[in-house]
């Protein structure tokens, strides 16, 4: 796969508009935990390898475990995650997937059971901006940096 040519640079203003909401959505006041989930679970969804690649290794560098990042792709099936987590995974599938969903009112009801109204406002604008990132990278295929090899002794 190659890069179709550096979105950033073909329209500086986009990019900055793209950017300005993301500043939003990182000082939203929503724990670092639900930002990194949206982040993740979308970009997954979307099949953005720039994304995932990004999004794993903050949620690692913020201390999130392994077992927590690795199995979001699978989270239906794990334990792992908590009540709020798989009310918020709910949502970040049904929003991410809208075409296909219509965003049902079950994902809505479980969500509204732990998130007030401005906090499920501020989760629906968060997952709308990654889901915008993962568009921009996949659309114009953006490469994820290729980390070092560790080679097995």
Same mark, same amino acid.
């Given at each position: 796969?190659?890069?179709?040519? #550096?979105?950033?640079?073909?329209?500086?203003?986009?990019?900055?508009?793209?950017?300005?909401?993301?500043?939003?959505?990182?000082?939203?006041?929503?724990?670092?935990?639900?930002?990194?989930?949206?982040?993740? /679970?979308?970009?997954?969804?979307?099949? !953005?390898?720039? !994304?995932?690649?990004?999004?794993?290794?903050?949620? /690692?560098?913020?201390?999130?475990?392994? &077992?927590?990042?690795?199995?979001? !792709? %699978?989270?239906?099936?794990?334990?792992?995650?908590?009540? /709020?987590?798989?009310?918020? +995974?709910?949502? %970040?599938?049904?929003?991410?997937?809208?075409?296909?969903?219509?965003?049902?009112?079950?994902?809505?009801?479980? +969500?509204? &059971?732990?998130?007030?109204?401005?906090?499920?406002?501020?989760?629906?604008?968060?997952?709308?901006?990654? #889901?915008?990132? #993962? /568009? +921009?990278?996949?659309?114009?295929?953006?490469?994820?940096?290729?980390?070092? %090899? %560790?080679?097995?002794?």
């Amino acid at each position: 796969m190659h890069p179709r040519f #550096n979105f950033a640079e073909a329209s500086p203003s986009s990019y900055k508009a793209v950017a300005a909401l993301e500043a939003h959505v990182q000082h939203s006041g929503l724990d670092r935990r639900f930002i990194h989930l949206i982040k993740l /679970r979308a970009s997954q969804i979307n099949g !953005c390898a720039y !994304c995932v690649d990004m999004h794993v290794k903050e949620a /690692r560098h913020d201390g999130l475990s392994e &077992q927590w990042i690795n199995l979001m !792709c %699978v989270w239906k099936e794990s334990p792992v995650y908590d009540a /709020r987590e798989r009310a918020l +995974l709910g949502w %970040v599938d049904a929003v991410t997937k809208i075409a296909e969903t219509g965003i049902p009112d079950s994902d809505f009801d479980v +969500l509204k &059971q732990h998130f007030s109204e401005e906090e499920i406002v501020k989760i629906t604008v968060a997952i709308g901006t990654i #889901n915008i990132w #993962n /568009r +921009l990278a996949v659309g114009f295929r953006s490469q994820h940096p290729i980390d070092a %090899v %560790v080679k097995a002794a």
